[in-house]
């Protein structure tokens, strides 16, 4: 191989680590501020909410959302999602302790989820790749500059 296009394969590479960088960077740090972080605000909200023992009427992990729970509030069946983020792998029938909004019933999370739960685990987990793929592509706009500016 010539030195041209050994060249020409180590600035594609960088240009390619500087993208693929970027864009991982903004995803993450778009699912960590946008759709993580409220669904742990979420559940939190729910710290002093009435708690009441609750039937699972789904099987599979909640992390995803997608639950349901079966419960009386005020008089009424009321049957409510989880929100995304909750923990646990469940099976139907099974009873869980649940807290809800006197207002709002159907605002619903696991009891043991009022903290934050698995969202706010993810929410600084993805916060935390999101700034190491943005130094990653800081790293290598540096590095594009550099040989830049040798090569002149």
Not at 41 to 47: E, F, G, I
Not at 95 to 124: E, K, L
């Amino acid at each position: 191989m010539t030195a041209v296009s050994n060249e020409v394969r180590g600035t594609l590479g960088a240009r390619a680590s500087l993208w693929f960088s970027l864009v991982l960077a903004l995803l993450l740090g778009a699912l960590s501020g946008l759709v993580l972080y409220p669904a742990a605000q979420h559940l939190r909200s729910l710290d002093d909410g009435r708690t009441v023992r609750a039937t699972m009427r789904t099987n599979g992990p909640c992390m995803t959302g997608g639950c349901l729970v079966r419960f009386e509030a005020e008089g009424r069946t009321v049957v409510a999602e989880l929100p995304v983020g909750s923990s646990g792998k469940v099976r139907a029938g099974d009873g869980v302790d649940v807290r809800y909004r006197a207002d709002a019933p159907r605002t619903v999370a696991r009891a043991q989820d009022t903290g934050g739960g698995g969202a706010m685990v993810f929410t600084v987990a993805s916060g935390a790749a999101a700034l190491v793929f943005a130094f990653l592509a800081a790293w290598s706009a540096f590095l594009l500059w550099r040989r830049r500016r040798l090569a002149e």
